[in-house]
């Protein structure tokens, strides 16, 4: 069998299984092959030998039962950067990368402190760190086999203006202040049904919920941010589509000044940032 027929036969057997299931396979056959996805667009004609077409199956299977893509590969590119991820961090999505836009966007190409908070498989912090190298960085997370996978994702480029520190939120950043703090938390409320459909069921759940309301993180992170940053320091964090009033009201409450709503590329907002007076 060849690659465009394998593709075309594993297409079929994930279709309404999953919304991208021609590009999942393309991902899994290229993982298997260890080749690009453009190879198998140059070469549709190369025949697969028996031990990778018996290794592709068994990647196809887990897919079937719904493990994500980036667990079954251990890998997810974010921001050019190819990231490692194992089933204790969050997967990182394209839309975080609005986060890194608008960062880079807003704040100065000088010398500046950011933390980032929840930092998982260090996404943001890497991408910040790989765009501007005079801003130090400081990520943290509560997990130390996340962290782990953090510091290995931040050798493969060889940054060095990052640091990681273990500790919820704000815990191991001492009396240490920052030009601007951004970060990704988990907002999704705790019974949301989307919880147990879909790839969400085998990622962290302390890495998606976060209370009834799904409102917990973001509270307590804008609610001591203050405590944290500089005079005019820039707070940045993601949110749901439909958590837009709640979050721009949080931010109101804890004195922000010019609040921002950023929308995504599908038109939703998500991702609130304002400043502290």
Do not use: C
């Not at 050798?155 to 970060?183: D, M, Y």
């Amino acid at each position: 069998m060849n690659i465009q027929q394998l593709i075309q036969h594993a297409t079929q057997l994930l279709t309404g299984i999953s919304d991208t299931a021609k590009a999942d396979v393309e991902i899994l056959l290229a993982h298997t092959l260890r080749k690009s996805r453009t190879f198998l667009y140059t070469w549709p004609q190369h025949e697969i030998d028996d031990a990778a077409k018996k290794q592709f199956e068994q990647y196809l299977a887990q897919r079937i039962t719904g493990k994500p893509v980036a667990y079954i590969t251990g890998e997810r590119e974010f921001w050019s950067l190819n990231l490692q991820v194992t089933t204790d961090t969050l997967i990182p999505r394209p839309e975080t990368e609005l986060l890194i836009e608008h960062a880079l966007r807003l704040l100065p190409e000088t010398e500046i402190k950011i933390a980032d908070l929840g930092t998982g498989s260090g996404a943001i912090a890497l991408a910040l760190a790989s765009e501007r190298p005079m801003w130090h960085i400081t990520a943290t997370d509560q997990s130390a086999a996340t962290l782990e996978i953090a510091h290995r994702n931040a050798q493969k480029p060889g940054l060095k203006n990052i640091r990681f520190v273990q500790g919820n939120w704000f815990e191991p950043l001492g009396n240490e202040r920052f030009h601007a703090i951004i970060s990704n938390p988990p907002y999704i409320p705790e019974n949301d049904i989307h919880l147990s459909q879909g790839d969400v069921r085998f990622e962290p759940a302390i890495a998606l919920s976060s209370g009834h309301d799904g409102l917990d993180a973001i509270r307590h992170i804008v609610q001591h941010a203050p405590d944290y940053l500089l005079a005019g320091g820039l707070l940045m964090i993601e949110h749901g589509y439909d958590q837009k009033q709640d979050v721009k009201e949080i931010f109101q409450h804890n004195k922000f000044i010019k609040i921002e709503q950023l929308h995504d590329l599908g038109g939703n907002p998500r991702v609130t940032l304002g400043y502290k007076k």
